[in-house]
């Protein structure tokens, strides 16, 4: 374990061994090296585990694979294994399809307080720009700068200004939009003891506001969500989403609705079990 450890990223991932080597390659390139990557696997086959040992030989960090077997959508329960496999203090977590820009651990290490948790955004790719990301478009940023995204065909809009590198602008950003600071999975960051004192993710939850809903609980717990969407980024590849489920959809709605109603700071259904209950 290094020394010198501040983070460790959760990176969730279920079969796209080709995304998460150019994930993990932009980790290897960060303005940091203070952390440790843990690799939340909801069941992938063979080829993400060659993807993680091909990257391991060839990286200073240490990555540690944390598998279950393939059972449908359950990616809370292996991000509760993820949290609790962590050797850091504080946990950044994201998602195995998206890119970190090169300031990306800095930022989100920069802005940490006490109680308080760090909500970042993502700049979604489209699909055909998605397919131009490779591993040298990343080692030169390119994929983070609005004129070669736009020349590779990504419509120009607002949204381009969560690629800024002004730190004033996006301060000011932060301040002035309307989005509120929540859980999201691809880019957020707590202290690893407040997500464990709210029993960290619901496990009766599948696809579909599982994130908030831990976020909601903190929240109640009395840690304070700061936006930095602005400030820390990543990139988004695009995707088709076939485990969205309305059926699940409408469990996990009911979840939310009982942690609000009941201001929950504590779930029976997360890392520690109640023996009483099955999930």
Same mark, same amino acid.
Not at 146 to 152: C, F, N, R, T, V
Not at 171 to 182: D, E, G, R, S, V
Not at 205 to 223: A, I, P, Q
């Given at each position: 374990? =290094?020394?010198?450890? =501040? ?38 086959? $063979? ?6 040992? $091909? ?18 959508? @359950? ?60 591993? =040298? #478009?990343?080692?030169? @940023? ?9 020349? =590779? ?49 619901? $496990? ?18 009395? #840690? ?21 489920? $309305? ?33």
């Amino acid at each position: 374990m =290094q020394s010198n450890l =501040q983070a460790t990223i959760i990176v969730s991932t279920f079969n796209k061994p080709e995304w998460l080597k150019l994930v993990l390659l932009s980790f290897d390139i960060q303005t940091t090296k203070n952390f440790e990557i843990i690799i939340a696997d909801d069941g992938s086959d $063979e080829k993400t585990k060659t993807v993680i040992n $091909e990257f391991s030989e060839h990286s200073d960090l240490k990555v540690v694979h944390v598998w279950q077997e393939n059972n449908g959508f @359950q990616k809370t329960k292996i991000l509760n294994k993820a949290i609790l496999a962590s050797n850091a203090d504080y946990l950044i977590f994201t998602d195995g399809d998206c890119i970190a820009r090169k300031d990306f651990v800095e930022t989100h290490l920069k802005l940490r307080h006490l109680k308080q948790a760090l909500s970042g955004g993502y700049f979604k790719l489209t699909d055909v720009v998605s397919r131009e990301v490779n591993e =040298q #478009v990343i080692r030169q @940023q390119n994929c983070f700068e609005k004129d070669w995204l736009i020349a =590779q065909g990504q419509p120009k809009t607002f949204k381009m200004n969560k690629l800024t590198k002004s730190n004033t602008k996006a301060k000011y950003l932060n301040f002035i939009t309307p989005t509120k600071a929540t859980f999201d999975g691809m880019n957020v960051s707590c202290w690893k003891n407040d997500i464990l004192a709210v029993n960290g993710f619901d $496990e009766r939850m599948k696809y579909g506001g599982e994130d908030r809903e831990v976020g909601e609980r903190m929240m109640y717990n009395g #840690v304070k969500f700061l936006q930095i969407r602005y400030s820390a980024i990543c990139v988004h590849l695009h995707h088709e989403r076939p485990y969205k489920n $309305e059926e699940a959809l409408k469990i996990n709605k009911q979840i939310r609705k009982n942690t609000k109603q009941e201001k929950s700071t504590y779930t029976k259904f997360g890392i520690k079990k109640d023996a009483t209950i099955s999930l």
